[in-house]
């Protein structure tokens, strides 16, 4: 126990951007890891605004913690601290000085572009020891992992809390199915994953048919083309139900305006320059309604998949980067981040399998159009493959309605 690596250092954690059910995983893995190398461990609350002011910090170091529950017990925001039309004055300084103050050595920033990208650009631009960790629900951070189906190789992504989220997606589509069933109904599901339609994708494991991406535009033509495949696709049914997922960032030819538009719950804007989507799953079921003549009803899934306990695929998935962050840590390299390199699945979630990118090339990745057939509106076998090595499809067992009809 003396004469452990790091003993006198301190390694910080902190969570930014939209929560998800495997951050707790995510901080409980690199602090076991970190505190066997011999650092105190803190952990920032509130993201980068814990950095901010006098700070909010909290020691982790020997306090159990729980990695299976959903969400961070490190709380998040979505605080920039350089300077943003929101907030013009850069809090970068403060930031050093807690940094400073607290005795922080290495810092390892779990999120998305948005938190990473601030933690990139402190490492480029004040030389601030960071390692970036990989998160969101939405799968649209660049993670260089590489999907290898019927002999192509397609970029893919693959972030932690992505396959809890959709777990999460896949079963509460299989569970409103009864509903469209039974009313003999089309159900337009929305789906987070802002404006990317990796999330809405994994609702075909729970028996969604069709579905609307926020990287295909729906313009006036292809509007056309959709409603005549929803009725077309209803029909066929058997027990003519229908379940759509469409992105909650889906470009929607509006008439009335005569463009593309997309639909927002709240005009405000972030720190980031977000705005929050919502809503497009109600124009879109009235829409089909007024065209096809069939009963459509709009079903927004919103925090859901978001929420709750980590499932296994992330558990496991979140240690294994956490194994390479031991690698990082001891060869001192910053302004990296651990990722996957190739799409596995659950069983070779090892540290063999993964590898570093430069935080530099931290961006967004929309979903690569291999993986959706655009002109059936439907998401390709590929994406199905891929889909396989993270989670299983949801089998209810199916009920034969096709009783025999009684004649007076
Ligand atoms: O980035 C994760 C995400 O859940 C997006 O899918 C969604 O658009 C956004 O966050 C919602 O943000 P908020 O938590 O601020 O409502």
Wanted: charged share 25%; proline share 5%; hydrophobic share 35%.
């Amino acid at each position: 126990m003396g004469n452990k690596l790091f003993k006198g250092k301190t390694l910080a954690i902190l969570t930014g951007g939209g929560d998800t059910p495997a951050l707790n995983s995510s901080i409980e893995s690199i602090r076991n890891r970190a505190a066997l190398l011999g650092y105190k461990v803190y952990g920032i609350r509130m993201g980068w605004k814990g950095l901010l002011g006098e700070g909010d910090v909290v020691d982790l170091t020997n306090i159990p913690y729980d990695g299976w529950y959903g969400g961070t017990a490190l709380l998040s925001s979505r605080t920039n601290p350089f300077a943003s039309k929101k907030n013009p004055e850069s809090r970068v300084p403060q930031v050093l000085k807690n940094l400073d103050r607290y005795g922080i050595d290495v810092l390892v920033s779990i999120g998305g572009d948005d938190t990473n990208g601030a933690a990139k650009r402190l490492f480029e631009t004040e030389g601030i020891p960071v390692i970036g960790f990989p998160k969101t629900i939405d799968n649209d951070l660049r993670t260089r992992t590489w999907h290898h189906v019927e002999g192509k190789k397609i970029e893919a992504v693959l972030c932690p809390g992505f396959p809890s989220a959709a777990k999460a997606i896949a079963e509460m589509t299989a569970n409103i199915k009864t509903t469209a069933e039974s009313h003999q109904r089309i159900m337009v599901l929305e789906v987070m994953g802002r404006d990317a339609g990796w999330l809405t994708g994994t609702a075909i494991f729970g028996g969604a048919t069709m579905a609307l991406i926020p990287e295909v535009p729906m313009t006036q033509e292809k509007k056309e083309l959709f409603f005549e495949l929803v009725k077309e696709n209803y029909l066929r049914h058997p027990k003519k139900a229908l379940l759509i997922a469409v992105s909650e960032g889906v470009r929607w030819y509006d008439e009335t305006k005569g463009k593309l538009d997309v639909v927002y719950a709240s005009s405000e804007v972030d720190e980031f320059g977000h705005p929050r989507f919502g809503g497009i799953s109600g124009v879109i079921a009235s829409e089909i309604s007024k065209r096809t003549g069939i009963e459509a009803r709009a079903q927004i899934t919103g925090y859901y998949p978001r929420s709750g306990m980590c499932r296994r695929y992330d558990k496991r998935l979140t240690q294994t980067l956490s194994d390479k962050i031991v690698e990082l840590l001891l060869n001192k390299e910053y302004g990296k981040m651990p990722v996957m390199n190739k799409i596995v699945p659950f069983q070779e979630l090892e540290e063999y399998n993964t590898s570093v990118i430069d935080m530099g090339d931290i961006g967004n990745q929309p979903l690569p159009l291999d993986y959706y057939n655009i002109d059936a509106f439907k998401f390709s076998s590929l994406y199905e493959d891929f889909l396989k090595n993270i989670l299983s499809r949801v089998h209810y067992v199916d009920f034969d309605t096709d009783f025999p009809l009684v004649l007076p």
